[in-house]
């Protein structure tokens, strides 16, 4: 029998060596460098340290966005959130109303959009996203639809929210797609001003699923006590009645919602240093006349008072000079704070002072107690409302 014998080839291994000369570290004393170049050497390391830190921030960013994968018109964000591109979806946020728009495109194949709806009512046609040509869109009441007001304390804003249902397609009894479900908020600004001269538009801001919106405040004055008919460029006779009204949103209630006029004063225009105080809602014991059983020094008086069917303060004081005035004829600026607060907020600057009840007050030892508080802090929605009137030719002997 033969034996097999393998073929084995033996060859040296010579291993690769790279040699170099070593070269030692070499102490570089700064002593020798001139102060311009140490200055420029501690720049350089500042500027390289930052941006790496920069670059590897950008890294964990790209890294947890690449981690993520989307559908088709969405994108992810740093956070590896998935948001629609730009433009896809809007909110508009009105005085009453919200309205959203979004593209078709951005719905996955097992949506029912048919099916979709805002808030806990599935067969609400009003509820429900309309197809037009630029796409689906929905306009409801701010009261509508399941939204839900809360107070941001932060950011001392109104927040109204809503959220949209897009269940997936059925496949006869199943499906294989996940229900999707889309939250949209408005928020409300703090502070604003109005004339009855110059309309304030409601400010929109269109953005993905939130954006900012402002509450609508009119001031207006009245040719009598009935509030009926608004007074145009009439003049105002001085110790007769001057009839004024503060309208929030067109005069249309929102629930949960309470506003009142702070502070109303008359200002001098033609010294507009000289103001003269006719109301103080969050007043202090030592201003007597303003709701603590004392005369009004123009007997202000509120005549009507918002309720379930209308958003609307009526009310009046007594005409008055400024003795500085010595013209025929003065002209004056009626300015109010308005605050807007959510009914829920005790001791707001809606419930302090002249507007204070047992009902509305906090409970020992919750909400905020310190009645010192700046009231502008307390209130959740601030505006100022300015209305001017001049007086009559026969200013100030009328009477």
Same mark, same amino acid.
């Given at each position: 029998?033969?034996?097999?014998?393998?073929?084995?080839?033996?060859?040296?291994?010579?291993?690769?060596?790279?040699?170099?000369?070593?070269?030692?570290? !070499?102490?570089?004393?700064?002593?020798?460098?001139?102060?311009?170049?140490?200055?420029?050497?501690?720049?350089?390391?500042?500027?390289?340290?930052?941006?790496?830190?920069?670059?590897?921030?950008?890294?964990?960013?790209?890294?947890?966005?690449?981690?993520?994968?989307?559908?088709?018109?969405?994108?992810?964000?740093?956070?590896?959130?998935?948001?629609?591109?730009?433009?896809?979806?809007?909110?508009?946020?009105?005085?009453?109303?919200? =309205?959203?728009?979004?593209?078709?495109?951005?719905?996955?194949?097992?949506?029912?959009?048919?099916?979709?709806?805002?808030?806990?009512?599935?067969?609400?046609?009003?509820?429900?996203?309309?197809?037009?040509?630029?796409?689906?869109?929905?306009?409801?009441?701010?009261?509508?639809?399941?939204?839900?007001? =809360?107070?941001?304390?932060?950011?001392?804003?109104?927040?109204?929210?809503?959220?949209?249902?897009?269940?997936?397609?059925?496949?006869?009894?199943?499906?294989?797609?996940?229900?999707?479900?889309?939250?949209?908020?408005?928020?409300?600004?703090?502070?604003?001003? !109005?004339?009855?001269?110059?309309?304030?538009?409601?400010?929109?801001?269109?953005?993905?699923?939130?954006?900012?919106?402002?509450?609508?405040?009119?001031?207006?004055?009245?040719?009598?006590?009935?509030?009926?008919?608004?007074?145009?460029?009439?003049?105002?006779?001085?110790?007769?009645?001057?009839?004024?009204?503060?309208?929030?949103?067109?005069?249309?209630?929102?629930?949960?919602?309470?506003?009142?006029?702070?502070?109303?004063?008359?200002?001098?225009?033609?010294?507009?240093?000289?103001?003269?105080?006719?109301?103080?809602?969050?007043?202090?014991?030592?201003?007597?006349?303003?709701?603590?059983?004392?005369?009004?020094?123009?007997?202000?008086?509120?005549?009507?008072?918002?309720?379930?069917?209308?958003?609307?303060?009526?009310?009046?004081?007594?005409?008055?000079?400024?003795? =500085?005035?010595?013209?025929?004829?003065?002209?004056?600026?009626?300015?109010?704070?308005?605050?807007?607060?959510?009914?829920?907020?005790?001791?707001?600057?809606?419930?302090?002072?002249?507007?204070?009840?047992?009902?509305?007050?906090?409970?020992?030892? =919750?909400?905020?107690?310190?009645?010192?508080?700046?009231?502008?802090?307390?209130?959740?929605?601030?505006?100022?409302? !300015?209305?001017?009137?001049?007086?009559?030719?026969?200013?100030?002997?009328?009477?």
């Amino acid at each position: 029998m033969a034996k097999f014998q393998p073929l084995v080839q033996v060859v040296d291994y010579v291993p690769q060596i790279q040699v170099v000369d070593y070269v030692p570290p !070499v102490r570089v004393t700064y002593t020798d460098l001139n102060a311009d170049l140490m200055a420029m050497l501690q720049t350089v390391t500042h500027t390289v340290t930052h941006d790496q830190d920069a670059d590897q921030d950008a890294d964990i960013g790209a890294d947890a966005a690449a981690d993520v994968q989307c559908q088709d018109f969405w994108y992810a964000t740093p956070e590896g959130d998935c948001v629609p591109e730009q433009g896809m979806v809007q909110t508009e946020c009105h005085g009453n109303t919200m =309205s959203i728009k979004f593209d078709p495109r951005v719905l996955g194949d097992g949506q029912d959009i048919d099916a979709a709806y805002v808030g806990e009512d599935k067969i609400d046609q009003n509820c429900m996203p309309v197809n037009t040509p630029d796409g689906y869109e929905l306009t409801f009441g701010l009261d509508n639809c399941g939204t839900t007001l =809360s107070y941001d304390e932060e950011s001392e804003t109104l927040k109204y929210t809503a959220e949209m249902v897009i269940p997936p397609k059925m496949q006869g009894f199943i499906y294989f797609d996940q229900q999707m479900s889309w939250t949209f908020t408005c928020s409300y600004s703090t502070k604003y001003d !109005v004339t009855d001269e110059v309309t304030i538009a409601t400010s929109v801001s269109k953005q993905n699923f939130e954006a900012q919106g402002s509450f609508d405040v009119d001031l207006s004055f009245y040719q009598t006590e009935n509030f009926e008919n608004v007074a145009e460029d009439e003049p105002f006779m001085i110790g007769k009645p001057v009839h004024f009204g503060i309208t929030l949103n067109g005069g249309v209630p929102l629930k949960n919602l309470v506003f009142v006029p702070g502070n109303c004063e008359v200002i001098n225009l033609e010294n507009t240093e000289e103001f003269f105080q006719v109301w103080n809602s969050g007043y202090e014991l030592e201003e007597a006349g303003m709701c603590d059983g004392n005369l009004n020094p123009v007997n202000f008086e509120v005549l009507q008072s918002p309720n379930d069917q209308s958003a609307f303060y009526g009310m009046q004081y007594r005409g008055f000079a400024f003795g =500085s005035v010595s013209g025929s004829s003065g002209e004056q600026q009626l300015k109010c704070l308005v605050n807007v607060c959510h009914v829920d907020v005790c001791n707001s600057a809606c419930t302090l002072g002249c507007f204070a009840t047992p009902e509305n007050q906090c409970d020992e030892g =919750s909400g905020e107690s310190d009645q010192d508080q700046d009231s502008e802090q307390d209130a959740a929605q601030v505006s100022n409302v !300015v209305s001017s009137f001049v007086y009559p030719e026969c200013y100030p002997n009328c009477y």
